[in-house]
């Protein structure tokens, strides 16, 4: 008897879940995706106030990043040509 009391709970509380789940999923969906977007907007907005301000329409700007140089070709080692023997 105490079997068919316990598997009574189990399947009342999978079907409790289920309704539950059924009205409040897609509420909590919502918010999930109402907090991500926030999220990107926030996000978005630090990206523009950190942007360089735009040059107008005809204007052209080059530029480079500074103390670019070659490396010493010196400290790459030395070439070894390997040939295949038959």
Do not use: C
């Not at 079907?15 to 999220?39: C, D, H, I, M, N």
């Amino acid at each position: 008897m105490t079997f068919l009391k316990v598997l009574f709970f189990v399947l009342l509380f999978y079907y409790l879940l289920r309704l539950l789940g059924r009205w409040f999923a897609p509420k909590l969906f919502q918010y999930a995706v109402k907090k991500t977007e926030q999220r990107f907007q926030q996000q978005y907005g630090q990206y523009q106030s950190h942007r360089e301000p735009e040059a107008p329409e005809g204007e052209v700007s080059i530029s480079k990043s500074p103390g670019t140089r070659k490396k010493n070709q010196e400290s790459l080692g030395e070439y070894i040509d390997y040939e295949e023997i038959d």
